[in-house]
């Protein structure tokens, strides 16, 4: 069957709606940045670039880092950029773009998300990093999506109940990261935890300029949540659209964050430039390791 025009948009040239890219634009091993400017921040460190472009918030540029091509990426803010990177890289490698059809060797992309973040646990200080072995979504985008098979229907019940969750707020969903991939980049120097993904900064993530919350707790019941020893170290707004569109699509994903806030003793790094400096050196050389 052959994916219609309105459904799988191309540019005149053939690249991909949004991202502006053709498949031989990217390598399999991608890094996912928010901000644009972090991509040169990345790329700094390549020993060749050999292509860049950029829509809107999505800046990619591909390149050589000691010997293996990697493609940067910046996803913008939030879940909902996620749906329009993961859905259009896919279909780069899964989908013929001129005949729109699914080709039959399916490709899987390694996908590195090299973040920012707030910890919600006081003995995760400010300049630390932190790999999310689960992320659990709080924002809703996932339910477009056929979930059932990537959930885990005990510990979002658990946290559910724990956190007297809204019945009028989006389910949550925990969905893990990319095993085997996850082992590669992981350390004794990273942190490990769920990763709590929020739709948006402030309300979303229990901030209180001017507006009153739904559940002026919630902080407090997601830090005290335990579920078999998994506990939730961190909020930001991508990690659960990444883990849950990569395992969809048939992708091995992991997220590392650069812990800039601590939420829990009201502390901010000093320097948070050199902490995302540091995670992405770190990154690259697991990635290549
Ligand atoms: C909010 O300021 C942004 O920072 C965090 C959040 O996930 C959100 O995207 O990550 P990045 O620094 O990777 O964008």
Request: proline fraction near 3%; charged fraction near 20%.
């Amino acid at each position: 069957m052959n994916i219609k025009h309105s459904e799988l948009i191309l540019n005149p040239n053939g690249s991909i709606y949004h991202l502006n890219l053709l498949p031989k634009d990217i390598a399999t091993d991608i890094i996912f940045v928010g901000d644009q400017d972090r991509v040169d921040k990345v790329t700094a460190h390549f020993d060749s670039i050999d292509f860049t472009t950029q829509k809107r918030e999505f800046k990619t540029t591909t390149g050589i880092y000691k010997g293996k091509r990697l493609s940067v990426i910046s996803t913008g803010i939030g879940p909902d950029n996620i749906d329009i990177v993961l859905n259009e890289l896919d279909a780069l490698v899964n989908i013929n773009l001129e005949t729109r059809q699914i080709k039959e060797k399916h490709t899987a992309l390694n996908i590195v998300r090299i973040g920012t973040s707030g910890s919600l646990q006081t003995d995760i200080p400010v300049d630390s990093f932190l790999l999310s072995s689960h992320a659990l979504d709080i924002n809703g985008m996932l339910h477009s999506y056929q979930v059932e098979e990537i959930a885990h229907p005990e510990m979002e019940q658990a946290f559910i109940k724990h956190t007297n969750w809204s019945s009028k707020k989006c389910e949550p969903l925990v969905i893990a990261n990319g095993e085997k991939l996850a082992k590669k980049i992981a350390s004794n120097i990273t942190f490990k935890g769920i990763t709590a993904t929020a739709g948006g900064f402030y309300g979303p993530q229990g901030r209180v300029l001017r507006l009153p919350l739904q559940d002026s707790d919630l902080n407090s019941k997601i830090d005290s949540f335990n579920y078999k020893n998994n506990r939730i170290t961190n909020l930001e707004m991508e990690t659960s659209a990444i883990y849950g569109l990569s395992k969809l699509l048939g992708h091995n994903a992991v997220s590392m964050n650069a812990i800039i806030a601590n939420r829990a003793n009201g502390t901010f790094s000093e320097n948070p430039g050199k902490i995302v400096a540091d995670l992405i050196k770190y990154t690259l050389d697991k990635i290549v390791a």
